[in-house]
């Protein structure tokens, strides 16, 4: 089965700079790469996803970039801000083979200090 | 319109009970999943549903059960919890035929003792 791997698990930037968390698949039939942001006792909540036909995606201060050569995509956020703090997961799946779930990464918590 | 919920919010339980999770949606989504969350461990699949009447087990199954009656309702049931079965668990659903994005319900904290 797939198994992501996510870097680094805690990742503390200043306010105002950029933050990269990078997650490495190894399943070569995935197409499908979501990440999730999740807030101290919330639901995780969809931000960005990316598909294999594209190798980048953005959305405001948030990009997503995926190698699918390399088996590998990262979560870009910009211009960070104090409600950026949160923890994030990268997921991969493929889609159009039933819907059997997502593979998550263990997570990074994201600290944006003042 | 709701969403997605579960119930209960959070549930103590004495090992060797018996415990069923519920999750209801009303978008309509074809397919709904099951996960837990662990510290350190991210979110594991236990079971997934494409469509009602058809289930499938995930990465973590094992003390398990799931149940899809029809397209709303996906009840996750421990026969008999242990301890290690503490956790958080979330329901999920989505249009598999549509978007691929996954909802996830509010969560339902379980303490086995």
């Known amino acids: 089965g797939e198994n992501v791997e996510q870097h680094p698990s805690t990742l503390s930037v200043q306010e105002g700079d950029s933050a990269v968390i990078k997650c490495t698949y190894s399943?070569?039939?995935?197409?499908?790469f979501p990440w999730y942001k999740q807030e101290l006792g919330k639901r995780p909540q969809l931000i960005i996803d990316i598909r294999s036909n594209v190798g980048e995606k953005k959305d405001q201060r948030i990009a997503v970039t995926l190698n699918k050569t390399a088996k590998h995509f990262s979560l870009h956020i910009t211009e960070t801000q104090p409600e950026d703090s949160a923890v994030y997961f990268c997921a991969a799946t493929e889609r159009g083979g039933g819907a059997d779930g997502l593979t998550f990464g263990k997570g990074t918590h994201l600290i944006i200090q003042p | 319109i709701a969403g997605i919920t579960q119930a209960p919010t959070s549930q103590i339980l004495a090992a060797g009970r018996r415990m069923t999770l519920r999750c209801t949606q009303d978008m309509r989504h074809n397919a709904m999943y099951w996960y837990r969350q662990d510290l350190g461990l991210g979110l594991r699949l236990i079971h997934y549903s494409n469509t009602a009447g058809t289930t499938g087990k995930g990465e973590v199954p094992d003390g398990y059960s799931v149940s899809r009656a029809n397209t709303d309702d996906f009840p996750l049931t421990l026969a008999s919890a242990v301890p290690s079965q503490t956790s958080v668990y979330f329901c999920?659903?989505?249009?598999?035929?549509?978007?691929?994005?996954?909802?996830f319900g509010p969560g339902t904290r379980l303490t086995v003792l």
């Open positions: 999920a659903s989505s249009d598999s035929m549509g978007s691929d994005t996954q909802y």
């Open positions: 399943d070569s039939a995935s197409n499908y």
